[in-house]
Nanobody, 127 residues
Framework: QVQLVESGGGLVQAGGSLRLSCATS????????RGWFRQAPGKEREFVAA????????DYADSVKGRFAISRDNGKNTVYLQMNSLKPEDTAIYYC????????????????????WGQGTQVTVSS
């Protein structure tokens, strides 16, 4: 059983930064691609960022390109999402996820491709 636990959410003013973390237990961390998704009130869950098993490939939603950065530390079994230049429209619950099939360099961007999910952490950006 894989457990994912997000942390680092909170309230920040527009233009500010936050760093989300997602700690993983229960499975060899390096065997899974990792992703971040978010869901705002009244909206569907959407893809934010993904990173391949070895960390060599990344993918981002157009709305966060140039502002967000996903990274992973396989030694600490943790994936991160650095969020800069935050906007009110970034307000959402952010979820980390693990996709443990697929190729070594794959960066899945569909929720159905992910096998495990965390409980989410709230990010609120005030204007």
């Amino acid at each position: 059983q894989v457990q994912l636990v997000e942390s680092g959410g909170g309230l920040v003013q527009a233009g500010g930064s936050l760093r989300l973390s997602c700690a993983t237990s229960g499975r060899t961390f390096g065997t899974c691609s990792r992703g971040w998704f978010r869901q705002a009130p009244g909206k569907e869950r959407e893809f934010v960022a993904a990173i391949s098993r070895n960390g060599g490939n990344t993918d981002y939603a157009d709305s966060v390109k140039g502002r967000f950065a996903i990274s992973r530390d396989n030694g600490k079994n943790t994936v991160y999402l650095q969020m800069n230049s935050l906007k009110p429209e970034d307000t959402a619950i952010y979820y980390c996820a693990a996709a443990c099939s697929g190729s070594y360099y794959y960066t899945p961007n569909l929720g159905l491709e992910y096998d495990y999910w965390g409980q989410g952490t709230q990010v609120t950006v005030s204007s």
